[in-house]
């Protein structure tokens, strides 16, 4: 490993694992630990946690925006005012659902209906989880309406192996240079990681 770039990362799900590993992989970064995993309200409690173990190695944590901010850099603010230079906080707008929908050729395929329903904006989007959900019920594949679209009647939010089909899509299918063309802040991601990867 002598030589590698090495980082931990923190996310808030088992989703945001998935693709902030492959945007790391994609650029040739190695992760030696994952924290996190338990939501965004307990990322925020422990990103000064993350931001003192900066001083001892590189950190990567990866956050949806929602609707907390109208941009990152007012989020980013509000989280964490002297971020240790070895730690980069990344903003999904407005949810890591957008940078997945932004490879839209791949998405289409993947949710078997036509490429021109997916938005070419994802990041425009107000809820793109909501978009994505409503983008499954328009599916040719009754797996896919029933695994990612929420059953009637239910009070869930979403279908029963919509997680478990998202990563699967993540990492079988999704490309990060691909999806970065219409994702904004993926994009912004990418080159931020490769600039701090250089220096």
Avoid at 61 to 82: G, H, K, R, T, Y
Avoid at 95 to 114: N, T
Wanted: aromatic share 8%; with cysteine.
């Amino acid at each position: 490993m002598t030589g590698s770039f090495i980082v931990n990362m923190a996310v808030e799900g088992d989703l945001d694992e998935v693709v902030l590993k492959k945007v790391l992989t994609s650029l040739g970064i190695k992760i030696e630990r994952i924290y996190g995993k338990e939501g965004k309200n307990k990322l925020r409690e422990n990103v000064g946690r993350y931001n003192q173990a900066a001083h001892h190695g590189k950190w990567v944590i990866l956050v949806d925006l929602n609707n907390d901010a109208e941009c990152a850099p007012p989020f980013v603010l509000s989280w964490l005012q002297n971020r240790n230079r070895n730690l980069q906080l990344r903003v999904a707008v407005r949810a890591v659902e957008a940078w997945l929908l932004a490879d839209r050729s791949e998405m289409a395929r993947f949710l078997a209906i036509p490429e021109n329903h997916v938005p070419l904006h994802p990041e425009n989007e107000e809820n793109p989880k909501m978009t994505l959900i409503n983008l499954a019920r328009r599916s040719k594949s009754k797996i896919i309406r029933e695994e990612i679209v929420p059953r009637e009647k239910s009070t869930a939010r979403q279908g029963p192996a919509y997680t478990a089909r998202l990563i699967e899509f993540a990492e079988k299918y999704w490309g990060p240079e691909r999806a970065a063309y219409a994702a904004p802040s993926l994009k912004r991601s990418l080159r931020s990681l490769m600039q701090w990867k250089r220096d």
